[in-house]
């Protein structure tokens, strides 16, 4: 029910735009998050985005990383900057009932299958 795209081989500096797509059900009132898991590490929170527009960032990408989300379209995104090689990892969309941004991962009920963002030094 959730589809993330966007993902591919990137420069260092340069950027991505992710896009998770939901269908299924209607997720305009869901809070949405991306997390990222590299290579033989925890799967970790990077940004999330209530109903409202609410954003909230793991420290690590502020300032880097924007997450937006476009109600009508039941779609959410992840603008990334300036990207470098350690952001190397396989990005996942997902949501979550609960009205305020969390960066938990138990508090989402919906992940989406991930998208691969390679940065090449």
């Known amino acids: 029910q959730l589809q993330a795209s966007g993902g591919g081989l990137v420069q260092a500096g340069g950027s991505?735009?992710?896009s998770c797509a939901a269908s299924g059900r209607t997720?305009?009132?869901?809070?949405?998050g991306w997390f990222r898991q590299a290579p033989g590490k925890?799967?970790?929170?990077?940004?999330?985005?209530?109903w409202s527009g609410?954003?909230?960032?793991?420290?690590?990408?502020?300032?880097?990383?924007?997450?937006s989300r476009?109600?009508?379209?039941?779609?959410?995104?992840?603008?990334?900057?300036s990207l470098k090689p350690e952001h190397t990892a396989?990005?996942?969309?997902?949501?979550?009932?609960?009205?305020t941004p969390s960066k938990s991962r138990q508090m989402y009920n919906y992940w989406g299958q991930g998208t691969l963002?390679?940065?090449?030094s």
């Open 16 to 18: 991505l735009r992710l």
């Open 27 to 32: 997720f305009s009132t869901y809070t949405m």
């Open 42 to 50: 925890e799967r970790e929170f990077v940004a999330a985005i209530s």
């Open 54 to 67: 609410i954003s909230i960032y793991a420290d690590a990408v502020k300032g880097r990383l924007t997450i």
């Open 70 to 81: 476009e109600n009508a379209k039941n779609t959410a995104y992840l603008q990334m900057n």
């Open 90 to 99: 396989v990005y996942y969309c997902a949501a979550s009932n609960i009205p």
């Open 117 to 120: 963002v390679t940065v090449s």
